[in-house]
């Protein structure tokens, strides 16, 4: 835990006459474009890459691991669009992790963006692939990498 850095907390805005507005997506973009390396090429799209978490156990897909496409290319937007309680961004050892929390637990992510010269193999062929061989070629893609701080 020592390793990580809150860097964005949806419930900083719990009781803010701005909370769900443009501000926290303004905010967040800032957050994002502050802390975060841009990835190589054009990013036409974002992948998920998840763990699942739960204080239920299996039942509750507890350990699981899997995916979920962010068909937009405004990563903050993206992330702000998904049905969920509570959104954390951490820096997890220099890696950007986001955290969706739901009433059963949480979805621990990695952010994977997808080029415009990977796109058409992603979402041709990869779409098309079994489960386990996309959750691996989407493993191998590189993950978005947070900023070193200056000091």
């Known amino acids: 835990m020592s390793n990580e850095k809150i860097l964005f907390d949806t419930d900083n805005y719990i ?11 303004d905010d967040l973009e800032y957050v994002l474009e502050e802390n975060v390396n841009k990835p190589r090429g054009t990013v036409v799209q974002w992948v998920l890459l998840s763990k699942r978490s739960s204080h239920y156990g299996s039942i509750c897909n507890n350990g699981a691991q899997g995916y979920s496409d962010l068909k937009n290319d405004n990563l903050a937007q993206a992330i702000l669009n998904i049905e969920t309680d509570r959104v954390v961004l ?9 955290n969706f929390y739901d009433h059963d637990g949480v979805h621990m992510c990695e952010v994977k963006s997808i080029s415009k010269s990977r796109a058409n193999h992603y979402n041709s ?3 098309y ?12 893609l590189p993950s978005l990498k947070v900023k070193k701080s200056k000091k």
């Open 129 to 140: 692939e079994s489960f386990e061989n996309k959750l691996e070629y989407i493993k191998k």
């Open 15 to 25: 009781g803010e006459e701005f909370y769900d507005s443009e501000f926290m997506l």
């Open 125 to 127: 062929v990869i779409e």
């Open 90 to 98: 951490i820096d997890n050892g220099g890696v950007l992790q986001v």
